[in-house]
């Protein structure tokens, strides 16, 4: 066999393995998602993603997108089926104290006064006070709390640092960082928005911001990016 035949034949197999690999991720992920949006009527947070979609605005699609993004990550990291589905709530809910937050401060398109930054920024606590009676796991509920804090402490609410934030909080705040760069400042691309974020070596896990380079080279060719 030559050395074209036997590269050739390596980048089938790579290939093949790349696209089972895709499948699996997929499939994991969807499933997730459909079990906590449809398949959970009995639930306790059934109600919570109805008011995630009371409003003709961007909370409901952004949710399921961050959801979406942190269940393939957590997925391609091979976490279980209970951690995803924590992870898969804790993502859908990481915003719904913004339903607790005046609309007129939500909606403001440009920087918000130091008062007005201060109401938006409790949204993380309201949500894990609105969600307090759910019995959702602990896992989502600290999503919940710490989606915007930072590793280098200059996040909020609480100004945790890297030691002091969740696994799974740090896995939403990346996927949370990109899908605002991506949908809601729809001119960025995907890789300029990742390029962005692997710059931040001080304020995001490069360890997760990795995670999710691997998820978008594997699924290029179908269209999520």
């Known amino acids: 066999m030559s050395h074209e035949s036997r590269y050739l034949l390596k980048t089938k197999e790579t290939k093949e393995i790349n696209d089972r690999l895709k499948e699996q991720v997929l499939e994991r992920a969807y499933r997730i998602m459909n079990q906590i949006l449809y398949e959970s009527d009995l639930k306790p947070w059934t109600e919570y993603i109805k008011i995630l979609n009371l409003r003709n605005d961007r909370l409901y699609p952004h949710s399921v997108d961050v959801a979406l993004i942190s269940l393939m990550m957590g997925a391609e990291l091979g976490y279980s089926d209970v951690i995803l589905t924590d992870i ?19 909606k403001i398109p440009t920087e918000r006064s130091l008062e007005e930054e201060a109401i938006f920024r409790r949204h993380c606590i309201l949500g894990v006070r609105y969600v307090s009676g759910s019995s959702l796991p602990e896992n ?26 969740s696994e799974y909080a740090k896995i939403v705040m990346v996927a949370d960082t990109f899908d605002y760069f991506t949908a809601d400042i729809p001119s960025m691309e995907a890789a300029e928005a990742l390029k962005v974020i692997k710059k931040e070596t001080r304020s995001y896990p490069q360890i997760y911001v990795n995670t999710l380079e691997t998820v978008l080279n594997r699924f290029n060719s179908t269209g999520r990016t």
Do not use: C, V, W
Not at 88 to 106: E, N, Q, S, T
């Open 88 to 106: 898969g709530l804790g993502a859908l809910f990481h915003d719904i104290g913004k339903r607790l937050i005046p609309r007129r401060i939500l």
């Open 140 to 165: 989502s509920r600290n999503i919940i709390l710490q989606h915007h804090e930072r590793m280098d402490g200059s996040g909020y609410p609480k100004r945790l640092t890297e030691e002091r934030i």
